[in-house]
């Protein structure tokens, strides 16, 4: 029997008999990844399942007016418009102060200000990245030294 490794997840799967060009296993999140790699190449190579599927998306939101507005509303995106509100803010100031830190002031992981711990910075953040077009980016971040005392799961 054929052994593949899968192209997702790595693990290491029989191999189905009738599909010798298998890349992927069989679980949800590795068959999602097949799909989405699948569509993104098709979406470059294949102009008339572009335009296709521009159309498609397009009659959907024009069936479903509400749903922007609606999903705009959830508290995930009010917190990131929040954020990101407080981000622009900060950012015309600095332009209007003409001051430049260069470096430093780029890719700023902004700080979920509620969330801050006196003993350390993990909490969750909004990485605002500093290019306009990227979208910001909810992370988890830990301090390693937290988890370094006696107690806590993963003390060495
Ligand atoms: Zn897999």
Same mark, same amino acid.
């Given at each position: !029997?054929?052994?593949?490794?899968?192209?997702?997840?790595?693990?290491?799967?029989?191999? @189905?008999?009738?599909?010798?060009?298998?890349?992927?296993?069989?679980?949800?999140?590795?068959?999602?990844?097949?799909?989405?790699?699948?569509? @993104?190449?098709?979406?470059?190579?294949?102009?008339?399942?572009?335009?296709?599927?521009?159309? @498609?998306?397009?009659?959907?939101?024009?069936?479903?007016?509400?749903?922007?507005?609606?999903?705009?509303?959830?508290?995930?995106?009010?917190?990131?418009?929040?954020?990101?509100?407080?981000?622009?803010?900060?950012?015309?100031?600095?332009?209007?102060?003409? /001051?430049?830190?260069?470096? /430093? @002031?780029?890719?700023?992981?902004? !700080?979920?200000?509620?969330?801050?711990?006196?003993?350390?910075?993990?909490?969750?953040?909004?990485? *605002?990245?500093? *290019?306009?077009? !990227?979208?910001? /980016? !909810?992370?988890?971040?830990?301090?390693?030294?937290?988890?370094?005392?006696?107690?806590?799961?993963?003390? /060495?």
């Amino acid at each position: !029997m054929k052994r593949i490794d899968c192209a997702h997840c790595g693990e290491s799967v029989v191999a @189905s008999s009738r599909n010798p060009k298998q890349e992927y296993c069989g679980k949800p999140a590795c068959q999602r990844a097949r799909k989405t790699k699948w569509e @993104s190449q098709k979406i470059k190579t294949d102009p008339d399942y572009r335009a296709n599927r521009r159309d @498609s998306q397009k009659t959907w939101a024009e069936e479903n007016p509400d749903y922007q507005k609606q999903y705009k509303k959830t508290p995930r995106q009010v917190e990131r418009n929040r954020i990101l509100q407080k981000v622009r803010y900060q950012r015309q100031k600095k332009k209007k102060a003409c /001051l430049d830190e260069g470096g /430093l @002031s780029k890719n700023v992981a902004k !700080m979920d200000a509620l969330k801050f711990n006196k003993t350390g910075i993990s909490g969750t953040f909004w990485l *605002v990245p500093s *290019v306009a077009k !990227m979208d910001a /980016l !909810m992370v988890q971040i830990t301090d390693i030294k937290e988890t370094m005392r006696p107690g806590v799961e993963g003390f /060495l």
